[in-house]
């Protein structure tokens, strides 16, 4: 069986384990944007092989602020989150962040940061399955 992704960086990378949670709020978005981004676009890619400005299109649908922020918004009115996962999400909603949302109201685009640093401590702990589960979940609620 192949080791995951994370594993692979690691040791070809000659990179030491070191714990998420020394990772700063913003830190995990980063990461955990594109994380997020690569979860949707191979399940857009695997449901329709399209032209790559449809797959753009139905791709940014569902990563863009808004969608994500209806998203942990589910989540949390659901009571999906566990404990650590919901402080994770709050400490990155709260991350002061030197950037500005381009097409999202504040409030929305502080929700997505939060998300998307929750899926970025979820990576790094190396919990796809779980990672797997809340993109899919997200996406049933939004019909996408």
Avoid: C
């Avoid at 929305?108 to 702990?125: H, M, N, P, Q, V």
């Amino acid at each position: 069986m192949d080791v995951s992704i994370l594993e692979n960086i690691k040791d070809k990378f000659g990179l030491a384990d070191i714990d998420a949670n020394g990772y700063s709020p913003l830190t995990l978005a980063f990461i955990g944007d594109s994380v997020f981004d690569l979860v949707v676009k191979t399940v857009v890619v695997e449901r329709a092989n399209r032209s790559a400005n449809i797959l753009h299109r139905k791709t940014s649908r569902i990563v863009r602020a808004q969608s994500q922020a209806q998203m942990v918004k589910w989540f949390i009115e659901k009571g999906i989150l566990s404990d650590e996962e919901l402080a994770i999400y709050k400490r990155g909603r709260n991350a002061k962040s030197p950037t500005t949302a381009k097409n999202a109201s504040v409030g929305d685009y502080r929700k997505a940061t939060g998300l998307e640093a929750l899926i970025g401590y979820l990576y790094l702990k190396n919990r796809t399955s779980r990672i797997v589960e809340l993109i899919k979940t997200g996406m049933e609620l939004t019909d996408e």
